[in-house]
């Protein structure tokens, strides 16, 4: 199975970019990286996904490197509510069957 | 509003009883899967399925059991309930194919006494 590693914590100032790195040296060429974020108490929330490109939806941008081995999502002006466990996720393929394999995540906490 | 319901937000249930946890989607998705979630350990995988009466052993299958009789329901069942499966209970559900998001549940509280 592809494996991710983050940061176990990070800290953002409110209303600065908030840069949160992966890596996914292992990754295969056809498997998507993805982000979820978790709120306490509350259940994951997906963000974005990519394969190749940088990708940018409303609630963030996605970097992903040319060879694919590593990822950094962008929250452009991190809010107080953006506090929470994110996940970079790579999605495993079974069988033609692709199944999420969570990592432990960073902690981000975007302070005052 | 697309929903992941979960029956119960929190539980508390005896050493070596029958645990059913329940999850339902409203979003017509093939596929389901039960997560649990420990400190330090993220989110681990140990059942998914992906079609009625289907079902796949995740990552962590071993004192649990499940159940898809219907494509919006899909049951988590703790055969003989045992403290080390005091967690957090997270379902969630998707369509198949690489490129989609999943959904999840707001979670259910297992403490098992």
């Known amino acids: 199975d592809a494996k991710t590693t983050q940061p176990t914590s990070m800290d953002c100032a409110e209303g600065r970019a908030a840069n949160l790195p992966c890596n996914h040296s292992t990754i295969s060429g056809n498997e998507y990286v993805y982000w979820y974020r978790q709120i306490h108490s509350q259940g994951p929330q997906y963000i974005i996904h990519?394969?190749?490109n940088n990708e940018t939806n409303e609630m963030a941008s996605l970097i992903i490197t040319e060879d694919r081995k590593s990822s950094t999502l962008i929250l452009p002006h991190a809010t107080l509510r953006d506090t929470a466990v994110y996940y970079c996720?790579?999605?495993?393929?079974?069988?033609?069957?692709?199944?999420?394999?969570f990592g432990t995540g960073t902690r981000l906490l975007v302070s005052p | 509003d697309v929903k992941v319901t979960q029956s119960s937000r929190y539980l508390v249930k005896r050493t070596g009883e029958k645990v059913f946890l329940e999850c339902v989607q409203d979003?017509?998705?093939?596929?389901m899967f039960w997560y649990r979630q420990d400190p330090g350990l993220g989110l681990r995988l140990i059942y998914f399925?992906?079609?009625?009466?289907?079902?796949e052993k995740g990552d962590i299958p071993e004192g649990y059991s499940v159940s898809r009789e219907k494509k919006e329901r899909f049951s988590l069942i703790l055969e003989s309930a045992s403290t080390n499966q005091t967690s957090m209970y997270l379902c969630?559900?998707?369509?198949?194919?690489?490129?989609?998001?999943?959904?999840f549940g707001q979670g259910t509280r297992l403490t098992v006494v």
């Open positions: 969630a559900s998707s369509l198949p194919g690489a490129i989609t998001e999943a959904f």
């Open positions: 996720i790579v999605r495993v393929d079974w069988e033609g069957f692709q199944k999420l394999v």
């Open positions: 979003m017509d998705h093939e596929n």
């Open positions: 990519g394969l190749k």
């Open positions: 399925s992906y079609d009625v009466k289907m079902k």
